[in-house]
């Protein structure tokens, strides 16, 4: 079991900035891959960015690449997404995931096995 608790959520107007952390705990962060994802009211739930388990490979969606940087400190157990030049249509709930390494595609929610309980990211325009 991995428990994942998101926080750095809140209210930030066009252009700004947040960082959201990803505290897990329970069995071994390291050898997971993480995701974040986020679902918009009456929208599916879409993948953002995803981190192979070193930290040495990243993927991103299209969205929001250029814009987010995802990464992980695997000593302190803890995920980050660092969002930059925020815009209204990134307003969501965010989730972070984490899958096992070999299984599935980053990309597909379906592949993650753990998820925290969601932290809401609103922005202003």
């Known amino acids: 079991q991995v428990q994942l608790v998101e926080s750095g959520g809140g209210l930030v107007q066009a252009g700004g900035s947040l960082r959201l952390s990803c505290a897990a705990s329970?069995?071994?962060?390291?050898?997971?891959?993480m995701g974040w994802f986020r679902q918009a009211p009456g929208k599916e739930r879409e993948f953002v960015a995803a981190i192979s388990w070193s930290g040495g490979s990243t993927y991103y969606a299209d969205s929001v690449k250029g814009r987010f940087t995802i990464s992980r400190d695997n000593a302190k157990n803890t995920l980050y997404l660092q969002m930059n030049s925020l815009k209204p249509e990134d307003t969501a709930v965010y989730y972070c995931a984490a899958k096992d390494h070999y299984s599935g595609s980053y990309y597909d929610s379906k592949w993650y096995t753990y998820w925290g309980q969601g932290i809401q990211v609103t922005v202003s325009s």
């Open positions: 329970g069995r071994t962060f390291s050898s997971y891959t």
